[in-house]
């Protein structure tokens, strides 16, 4: 099976603090890695290093002609910045050099009102401003969707609905998928693969060997509780 | 279509380019940089005077150094931008007041009364006209910056290379405005009328036209009535535009 991402020894530091220390994974074309980890773990960092946006030392290779679509956190956007969803989304359009109508196309794959992505920027609600960068990732046709998760979600019933379109996207575009998550009940059920980061060291594989009490309670500090749907708790 | 008299087509291209620069200018928080990088341009006048060369060409010369300094402090060094652009660009207005004599300093601070010289007036025009050029043609990639370097990155936009462009373009549009409003004033008429529009605008495409009509409207306005009423065209075109910026204030905060 190909490979969409290989990373080998990738360390990253800010001044003399180590983030993130000698590691190594790889991600299959078509399929989905969470990256799990407390506060601190690097998980952020982890997904900026891979875009380029912060300096790191070992080697990351992506496969040749990946597009990268990146969702991060959260930005800071002034209220009053005078640009709306739609001419921010046909912004990227232009710089892809794509069609603008491929625009309507996204808002309608993120669920994004018409008039919520004719509205400021700034004004966004955090649901709305979320699926505004989803639909910003998705436009010029990314191979790779690199998704940072916000800590505390703004509109909880939305997230179970992202994975499952996160889900479609793959089924249907072939997108591989690089998520942040801190929903391991949603981890267990849509992740191939899960990368477990901790200040310490990292783990990688299928989310049942990753997701033990035992790794989790190590890794968290606490015993982590999550539901997995067939009737009981891990 | 009645046609524009030729002593108004220059400062019309000039206010074209400085209301698209500006609405970038104001939308990446650069407000007070950008006046003060505008500082930069007084020695290279004031060194263009001393060896009898063309003062414009000194101040934009001047100008482009400057904006590279503040382009590699950003990319190639740790130091902090906003303290050296402080202390660099008044250091450089000291230096330029000192190369002056009085009447030549005046000028260069805030305009000179006196038309282009047609050779001046055509390279101006050239100048203006790769401005807004740039601006409309970059403006994708600008906006995307601006809201996000990372996205930018992800979007396969080189962000050093089209902030260097930027800080150039906004370099040529100050020295544009040299002659008409001096060292001092262009920086005004490059964030006033921005500054205007962003308070008024709710989208990217009405800041941008709003921003370049107060930049037109406040140079016609100065330019014309300056010898009516016995003032300086420069300072007057300036007051102008603040009156605008007051007047827009006066509308109730959109929410």
């Known amino acids: 099976m190909r490979n969409v991402l290989e990373v080998e020894h990738l360390s990253v530091s800010f001044g003399k603090t180590p983030v993130l220390d000698d590691l190594s994974f790889k991600v299959e074309a078509g399929s989905s890695l969470a990256i799990i980890g407390p506060n601190g773990s690097g998980k952020t960092v982890l997904l900026k290093a891979l875009i380029g946006a912060v300096p790191a030392k070992g080697t990351i290779r992506w496969a040749p002609k990946t597009k990268i679509g990146y969702v991060p956190q959260k930005l800071d956007i002034e209220r009053d910045l005078p640009l709306t969803g739609l001419e921010f989304l046909r912004a990227k359009a232009n710089v892809a050099g794509i069609a603008a109508t491929e625009v309507s196309r996204v808002l309608a794959l993120v669920d994004l009102q018409a008039d919520a992505a004719s509205q400021p920027i700034g004004t966004l609600s955090g649901g709305q401003f979320q699926r505004l960068l989803l639909a910003f990732a998705l436009t010029g046709g990314p191979s790779v ?5 916000p800590t505390a979600s703004v509109d909880e019933p939305g997230e179970e609905g992202m994975y499952a379109l996160f889900h479609k996207l793959q089924r249907e575009e072939g ?9 391991l009940s949603l981890v267990y059920h849509f992740a191939d693969q899960v990368l477990c980061l901790s200040r310490r060291r990292a783990w990688i594989g299928p989310p049942v060997a990753i997701l033990t009490p035992e790794r989790l309670q190590e890794v968290y500090g606490r015993p982590m509780k999550f539901h997995v749907h067939d009737g009981s708790s891990a | 279509m009645a046609r524009v008299p030729d002593d108004l087509l220059l400062p019309l291209a000039m206010a074209a380019a400085a209301g698209l620069i500006g609405s970038i200018t104001v939308m990446r928080r650069m407000t007070l940089a950008s006046d003060a990088i505008s500082h930069v341009a007084l020695p290279g006048i004031g060194i263009a005077i001393l060896v009898h060369a063309n003062p414009t060409l000194g101040g934009l010369a001047a100008l482009f150094l400057g904006t590279l300094l503040v382009w590699t402090i950003e990319y190639k060094t740790r130091i902090p931008t ?7 660009f008044s250091a450089a207005l000291a230096v330029g007041g000192m190369l002056m004599p009085g009447q030549d300093l005046i000028e260069a601070l805030f305009g000179a009364p006196r038309s282009p010289a047609s050779a001046e007036t055509l390279l101006g025009l050239v100048a203006a006209i790769a401005v807004i050029v740039f601006a409309l043609l970059a403006e994708s990639r600008l906006v995307i910056t601006l809201v996000s370097p990372d996205l930018a990155r992800t979007a396969g936009i080189d962000v050093a290379r089209i902030n260097l462009l930027f800080l150039l373009a906004f370099a040529l549009t100050v020295a544009l405005g040299l002659q008409f409003l001096g060292v001092l004033l262009m920086g005004s008429l490059i964030i006033i009328p921005a500054a205007t529009a962003k308070y008024l605008a709710r989208s990217l495409r009405q800041m941008r036209i709003i921003s370049v009509a107060i930049a037109m409207l406040a140079t016609v306005a100065g330019t014309l009535l300056a010898p009516l ?6 300072p007057l075109t300036i007051v102008v535009a603040a009156t605008l910026f007051f007047a827009s204030l006066m509308k109730p905060r959109h929410e």
């Open chain 1, 175 to 183: 997108l591989s998928l690089l998520l942040i998550s801190h929903e």
């Open chain 2, 229 to 234: 009423l016995r003032l300086e065209r420069g």
């Open chain 2, 82 to 88: 906003e303290a050296v652009i402080g202390v660099v």
């Open chain 1, 145 to 149: 969707l690199l998704f940072d998760e």
